[in-house]
C-alpha cells in the first residue's frame, strides 16, 4: 500500500468512527472519497486521484477552486477584525459594504440585506420576514407559505417543510404546519397539452383561493429548480406568477440559493423573465463556497414596513453569525472576481455550448430530457422514451460510472418521486474551460451507454 493509499484509508477509518455526514448512512459512505486539494474545475483526493467537479460542488464553488485572492481576502480580515456581532447597535465596514453592494447589482426594487450563513436559514429567515411583514400589516393570519413539488429550500425543520422532496421528510416529521405545496412548471412532466407555465401558476392561485388570501404570507420559488432535477420553467410562468402574487397580496419569495451570483448566466434569475420578486434568499455563490455566507434581500416596501415600526413590533430575528465580518470581506472579493472576470456573462455563453453538447445525448435510448439555464443543466432518463416511463435506480449507476472516469456529479437528490424519475444535476464552475464542458459531455455519455449495457 502507497504512502496516499494509507492515509486514505486511516483518514476513512477515523472518519466511520467519529463523522456523521449530510444523508448519512454507513454503506453508502464506504468507499468515500476524501478530497485534499482544488484547483480551477478540478478537485485531487487523498489517493492521488483527480476529477472533474461538475456540480461546483454543491452547486456552490462559482469561481472555481484555489483562488489565493480569496484565501487573502479572508486572512486580512482576520487579522485587522475576526469577529464583530452585528447585533442592532453595533456593525462592521464589510458587512456593510457587501450589503450595499448585492442590493446594487439585485433587482431595481431591492433595499435592504439580512446576513445569515447558509441557504436554509436563509429561506428560514425569509419565511419570518413574510410574517412579519403581514404582522405589521395588520394581517396577522397571512402565515401559510405555498411552494412547489421537486422544490428544494434546505432541511431545517420549516426550510424542510417547503422542500418537497419525500425522502428528506420521511424519518424527521411532523411538518411543520401552514406550509403547502402545488404543482411545479415542469414542461417534460406536465399532463395534458395545456401550457405548463401558465397552468402551473394558476395552480398557486388556486391554492391561494382554497385557503383564502388573507391566510397566505408568500410564494416560495426556484427560478430553476435544482435539486428537484435543473426543472427550467416555461417563460410564461413568473410574469403570471407574479400578477398572482399581486392580485392577492402575497410575497413572492424567489430562492436564489443556486441561481443567484452568476450560475444562470445573469446575476439573479428572475430576470430571464422580466419579474421582481419581493424577497431574494441567497448563499453559495455570493462566496463561491469559500466561507458560510447567506443572506435575504428585502424590497424597498418590504424594507420601509421594518424600518417604520415601533419598538414593541421591532423584528426580533437575529443570529450570532450574521454579518460576519470574514464571510463579508470574502463575498466582495468574490463580487470582484466575477465582475472582473466577467463569469456571469461567461456562464451564459459557456452553458449554451454545455447544454448544446447535453443535447447531443438525446439519441441515446434512456435519454428522455436535455435542460438548462446557463451553468446549470439537466438530463432526465427514462425506460421508455415514448411513453415517458421514469427510469429508477438509473441515475445512480450512471453517477457511479462518472466516477470511474473522473467525473463528479449528482443526480435528482431526496428519492420517493418516482412520477418523474432519474435526473442528471450538472453545474460546473463558472470559469470551466471549453474542453473541459465538452469532456464532461463525454463521460456522461460514456457513463449512461455503461449504465444500460
Same mark, same amino acid.
Given at each position: ?69 480569496? +484565501?487573502?481576502? %479572508?486572512?486580512?480580515?482576520? &487579522?485587522?477584525? @475576526?469577529?464583530?456581532?452585528?447585533? =442592532? !447597535?453595533?456593525?462592521?465596514? /464589510? ?114 383561493? +382554497?385557503?383564502? %388570501?388573507?391566510?397566505?404570507? &408568500?410564494?416560495? @420559488?426556484?427560478?430553476?429548480?435544482? =435539486? !428537484?432535477?435543473?426543472?427550467? /420553467? ?131 435510448? =434512456? ?87
Amino acid at each position: 500500500m502507497n504512502d496516499h493509499a494509507a492515509t486514505s484509508e486511516a483518514l476513512l477509518d477515523s472518519d466511520r468512527r467519529h463523522l456523521i455526514h449530510p444523508l448519512h448512512h454507513p454503506k453508502e459512505h464506504a468507499g468515500a472519497q476524501i478530497f485534499v486539494e482544488g484547483r480551477g474545475a478540478m478537485l485531487r483526493t487523498a489517493d492521488g486521484k483527480e476529477y472533474i467537479d461538475g456540480l461546483s460542488c454543491l452547486w456552490n464553488v462559482n469561481v472555481g477552486h484555489g483562488r489565493k485572492e480569496l +484565501a487573502d481576502a %479572508a486572512s486580512a480580515q482576520m &487579522a485587522k477584525l @475576526a469577529y464583530a456581532s452585528a447585533y =442592532a !447597535g453595533f456593525s462592521n465596514e /464589510p458587512a456593510i459594504r457587501l450589503a450595499e453592494r448585492i442590493v446594487g447589482l439585485a433587482y431595481s426594487n431591492m433595499a435592504a440585506a439580512y446576513f445569515t450563513t447558509g441557504g436554509a436559514e436563509s429561506n428560514e429567515s425569509a419565511f419570518k420576514i413574510a410574517r412579519y411583514h403581514w404582522k405589521r400589516m395588520g394581517k396577522p393570519n397571512k402565515v401559510k407559505i405555498i411552494s412547489r413539488q421537486y422544490g428544494y429550500h434546505g432541511v431545517t425543520l420549516a426550510a424542510m417543510s417547503a422542500t418537497s422532496l419525500p425522502g428528506y421528510h420521511k424519518m424527521f416529521g411532523p411538518l411543520v404546519p401552514e406550509f403547502l405545496q402545488v404543482a411545479p412548471p415542469y414542461p417534460y412532466r406536465w399532463p395534458g397539452n395545456g401550457d405548463a407555465g401558465i397552468e402551473a401558476a394558476d395552480a398557486v392561485e388556486a391554492a391561494i383561493e +382554497a385557503h383564502g %388570501a388573507d391566510t397566505i404570507a &408568500a410564494v416560495i @420559488a426556484e427560478p430553476v429548480m435544482g =435539486a !428537484g432535477g435543473v426543472i427550467v /420553467p416555461a417563460p410564461t410562468y413568473f410574469p403570471r406568477l407574479r400578477q398572482i402574487c399581486d392580485r392577492h397580496n402575497v410575497l413572492l419569495i424567489a430562492d436564489e440559493v443556486i441561481t443567484g451570483f452568476g450560475r444562470t448566466g445573469r446575476w439573479f434569475a428572475m430576470g430571464h423573465w422580466n419579474v421582481e420578486p419581493d424577497l431574494v434568499s441567497f448563499a453559495k455563490g455570493v462566496t463561491s463556497g469559500y466561507l458560510p455566507l447567506g443572506g435575504v434581500l428585502v424590497s424597498k416596501q418590504v424594507h420601509r414596513v421594518m424600518e417604520d415600526a415601533p419598538m414593541d413590533e421591532r423584528f426580533m430575528h437575529a443570529a450570532t453569525y450574521s454579518g460576519h465580518p470574514v464571510c463579508c470581506a470574502v463575498g466582495l472579493r468574490n463580487i470582484d472576481i466575477l465582475e472582473q472576470e466577467g463569469l456571469p456573462e461567461r456562464a451564459a455563453v459557456m452553458g449554451k455550448r454545455l447544454l448544446a453538447g447535453l443535447e447531443t445525448l438525446r439519441s441515446l435510448p =434512456a435519454v428522455g430530457d436535455v435542460r438548462g439555464l446557463g451553468m446549470m443543466c439537466g438530463v432526465e432518463l427514462v425506460e421508455d422514451k415514448a411513453s415517458r416511463k421514469p427510469a429508477i435506480g438509473l441515475g445512480g449507476r450512471v453517477v457511479a460510472e462518472a466516477m470511474k472516469r473522473g467525473l463528479i456529479i449528482r443526480q435528482r437528490g431526496g428519492g420517493g418521486t418516482p412520477v418523474s424519475g432519474d435526473s442528471l444535476c450538472i453545474a460546473p464552475p463558472l470559469m470551466t474551460p471549453e474542453a473541459t464542458l465538452d469532456r464532461i459531455v463525454g463521460i456522461i455519455g460514456e457513463s449512461i451507454q455503461a449504465a444500460t449495457a
